[in-house]
């Protein structure tokens, strides 16, 4: 069978698929086609041709009968198959004696390539489906020699499965085809036409400039690339070709500056449609990489297996996994792009939901302490906080302590504004725990803020404050007064800045008992720690520890209760999915009496007003911060940055304050210590980044003034916002935008507008997508490329199908979910929350 035959065939099989799977690319229908292409072929010759038109005939003969979806995925496997069905069709060559015979040369495709970009001859047989695997590495792809695969390494490919699944970052819409006559200025269009002239010359600055003139129909326009001389090799005068680009206007004609372009053909790769961009690095070109990827798609794409119960993508209506991938890279259309993006998105957080299910059954696996707390005890220790908890408060602490009581350990998240009461909260849930005979940790990201609960914590046990000052010893006493009894109860802190011989006593009394509750850093943590009998693990802003350390105090007893705390608030869905594994406990009531934040935002102009208020709140015996987005300033930036502005500010505004200045790239010496300044009346004004987001109570600080304020999600603003306003003085929040964009303007009038944390978490999922609002890759949470978590409906609907597969089937040991549990164990080693 000829190759001329082939592409004949890919030709019919491209244009059914272009005009919808409707049967009739071909008069006739395809199944005609394919009977007559059969018949052509002697029955008696067994080579490859005939073979291959029987098997055509047959996988085609009810082609009629079929729905949409089998028509496109048997068009497709087909298309995929198209280099190996060549190969096999084609004719042995018998050897002639004592003649030399050479191979004859197959025609190049017709594609445009730069001399930078033309292939080199493959060192190896190309890959294809009926050979290696998706594992192969790419360098077994035509066109990729040692110096393209050290290429593609740096954009993190390296084998054929890795390049099928580099989803494109954006498309280019040239699907628009429109005649010359019909161009309009600054419409990105694609047109089909014949050079009529070509030419390449110099400009004063020394481009090469070449310029073709190019006419349809309706009329002529020039296209002109820059620095391209080989072009002119290429596209001689009666070429018929196809441009795609954007629309100028140059001495009264119309022209296109760079456009992409290809000869006239069926199969369009980088003009006439949606084109796909790709991520690049230095020596490949979006052209070259559309090419490579686009050979992968075709020749790969239909053999990917689908690991999607076929039951669940019934119900969820989604597309098989290789239409998705061949459409997530070369959309035939807006519509097939959404369907392919809407089946790899809920690829992502199925199996997220799948992992915390399976993290979730594996942690209640353990068999915990039952810690049971009498209703006197409780309440003895209630008695004695100089205020009532909330009805949120009281709610939430009945969740925690319902979840103690039992067998399997409690995995809990507590969440709440900024100022809600968690502490207490987990007070009160360590107060069981040693009310039950048990020990319980509280870990804290910083030090300032783990002294800042070890005295807090200290003083709802009745700790004095001499022996809750700075220099007091690592361990304290407290008391609580019970029904007939008196409890002593033994607080200890745990930092890494305490002298070896502190941290030494500290370790022996928690090994042998003497320790009812401590309190600290990622000093607990340490081999050399052992508690006697740990039954609460308390977390705070667990954000900032990694699975592994969580993992690790845990791993420090028994299979104890865990309890993590996080003051960002998070829309309930998205906290379902990144939570999937913790049960959620949220204080959503602010304790009365609680002054708003008064919250203003001005423009960069009105500056010098902020400084005048600053000003004035310090000549009060207040103090205050001022945030900025940057460390250092950046060249590509037009930021304010934090060092820059401390001297400015120093020695040009303020001179004749304290200023002092935190930011990120300080050791955690550093900024405990300016922190611990600041909290000590010895700074007037702190100079930071987002470093101060979190946690340190200062309640003198009365302003809050933020600058570049546009460049934070609301949700970050709000707690900056909450590190103001913690005494019973007026609090103030100042937002200065570095630009004024619609946007930008619009997120700080939300913050004028509402104090509520979770409402500001729901506009912030709204205004800047899930991948900015969580700010930084959760960690543990694989990442992901395709899923949009603000898309409530497909998360629901994920997370009831796992649920439900779970229930059903656990560890996924029924022979139909072999592939999901390997793609399931894949997905979650590419994070840092390996399944295994």
């Not at 930078?116 to 594992?135: C, D, M």
């Not at 800047?768 to 409906?793: C, I, V, W, Y």
Request: charged residues 25%.
């Amino acid at each position: 069978m000829s190759d001329r035959m082939f592409l004949s065939l890919r030709k019919i099989l491209e244009l059914e698929r272009k005009r919808g799977y409707r049967n009739d690319a071909v008069i006739g229908g395809l199944e005609r086609f394919f009977e007559n292409w059969r018949r052509k072929i002697p029955g008696e010759a067994e080579d490859g041709s005939s073979r291959l038109a029987r098997e055509l005939y047959e996988k085609f003969r009810k082609y009629s009968r079929m729905d949409h979806d089998q028509r496109e995925r048997l068009i497709s496997e087909t298309l995929g198959r198209m280099p190996a069905l060549a190969s096999a069709a084609r004719p042995v060559r018998r050897r002639v004696p004592n003649r030399t015979s050479r191979p004859v040369p197959r025609p190049a495709a017709q594609v445009s390539r730069t001399p930078r970009e033309a292939p080199p001859p493959p060192s190896s047989p190309p890959v294809t489906p009926s050979g290696a695997g998706l594992g192969a590495p790419v360098i077994r792809l035509p066109g990729v020699g040692k110096a393209r695969v050290a290429q593609l390494e740096r954009l993190g490919v390296r084998t054929v499965g890795d390049l099928l699944f580099l989803y494109p970052r954006r498309y280019l819409d040239y699907s628009k085809i429109t005649t010359i006559s019909r161009l309009n200025i600054g419409e990105e269009v694609t047109v089909i036409g014949r050079v009529t002239s070509a030419g390449t010359r110099k400009s004063r600055r020394g481009q090469i400039l070449f310029n073709i003139l190019l006419s349809d129909s309706t009329g002529t326009m020039q296209a002109t690339w820059f620095n391209q001389a080989y072009l002119e090799r290429l596209l001689k005068p009666g070429a018929r070709i196809v441009l795609s680009g954007r629309v100028e206007t140059f001495m009264g004609r119309m022209v296109m500056s760079n456009p992409e372009w290809e000869f006239t053909r069926e199969d369009l790769v980088h003009t006439g449609r949606l084109v796909p961009i790709y991520p690049l690095t230095a020596g490949v070109t979006a052209r070259w990489m559309r090419q490579l990827v686009k050979h992968v798609v075709d020749t790969w794409s239909p053999r990917v297996p689908d690991y999607l119960p076929k039951e669940i993508r019934r119900r969820v209506g989604l597309v098989e996994l290789s239409t998705a991938v061949r459409e997530i890279h070369f959309p035939s259309s807006l519509d097939k792009l959404e369907q392919a993006r809407r089946r790899l998105a809920f690829n992502e957080l199925f199996l997220i939901q799948l992992g915390m299910q399976k993290k979730r059954l594996e942690w209640r696996k353990g068999t915990s302490l039952p810690l049971r707390v009498s209703e006197e005890a409780m309440a003895a220790f209630l008695s004695r906080l100089p205020f009532v908890l909330t009805g949120a408060q009281r709610r939430a602490l009945g969740e925690i302590l319902a979840d103690m009581s039992l067998r399997h350990p409690m995995s809990r998240l507590l969440q709440g504004d900024v100022g809600s009461g968690k502490t207490v909260v987990a007070a009160a849930a360590m107060w069981a725990s040693v009310s039950s005979g048990a020990q319980a940790a509280l870990m804290a990201p910083t030090e300032i803020l783990a002294e800042q609960h070890f005295r807090s914590i200290g003083r709802m046990f009745g700790v004095g404050e001499g022996a809750l000052a700075e220099s007091a010893p690592p361990l304290v006493e407290g008391t609580l007064e019970r029904p007939g009894t008196i409890r002593r109860v033994t607080i200890a802190r745990l930092t890494g800045s305490m002298s070896r011989k502190q941290k030494q006593s500290v370790r022996v009394a928690l090994s042998e008992g003497d320790v009812d509750i401590v309190v600290g850093t990622h000093a607990l943590i340490q081999e050399s720690v052992s508690f006697a009998n740990l039954g609460l693990v308390v977390v705070d802003e667990q954000h900032r520890f990694g699975v592994a350390q969580r993992a690790n105090l845990r791993g420090k007893g028994n299979s104890p209760h865990m309890l993590v705390m996080s003051a960002t608030p998070i829309p309930r869905t998205l906290a379902l999915t990144i939570y999937g594994d913790l049960d959620l406990s949220v204080i959503d009531e602010m304790p009365p009496g609680r002054k708003p934040i008064k919250t203003k935002w001005m423009l960069p102009r009105e500056r010098e007003r902020a400084y005048a208020f600053i000003r004035r709140q310090v000549s009060g015996g207040h103090q205050a911060f001022i945030i900025y987005p940057l460390v250092w300033e950046s060249g590509s930036l037009d930021l304010k940055a934090a060092t820059t502005e401390y001297e400015r500010l120093q020695k040009d505004v303020f001179p004749d304050l304290r200023l002092g200045l935190i930011h990120g790239k300080m050791s955690g010496r550093e900024k405990d210590a300016m922190m611990r300044q600041f909290k000590a009346g010895e700074i007037d004004i702190l100079v930071a980044t987002a470093v101060v987001e979190v946690g340190v109570d200062v309640s003198n600080a009365t302003v809050m003034l933020i600058e570049g304020a546009e460049r934070f999600g609301l949700a970050q603003l709000h707690q900056f916002r909450g590190r103001v306003g913690r005494g019973s003085d007026e609090a103030y929040c100042i937002l200065i935008p570095s630009a004024e964009t619609d946007l930008g303007i619009r997120r700080l009038q939300i913050m004028e507008e509402t104090q509520d944390g979770f409402v500001l978490a729901e506009k912030d999922l709204e205004l800047r997508g899930p991948g900015e609002f969580l700010g930084t890759r959760q960690s543990g949470l694989p990442d992901l490329r395709m899923a949009r978590l603000s898309d409530r409906k497909l998360l629901e609907q994920a997370r009831v199908e796992a649920a439900e597969l779970f229930q059903r089937d656990p560890e996924l040991r029924a022979p139909e979910y072999a592939m999901l549990r390997e793609r399931l164990a894949e997905f979650w080693k590419s994070g840092s929350g390996d399944l295994s």
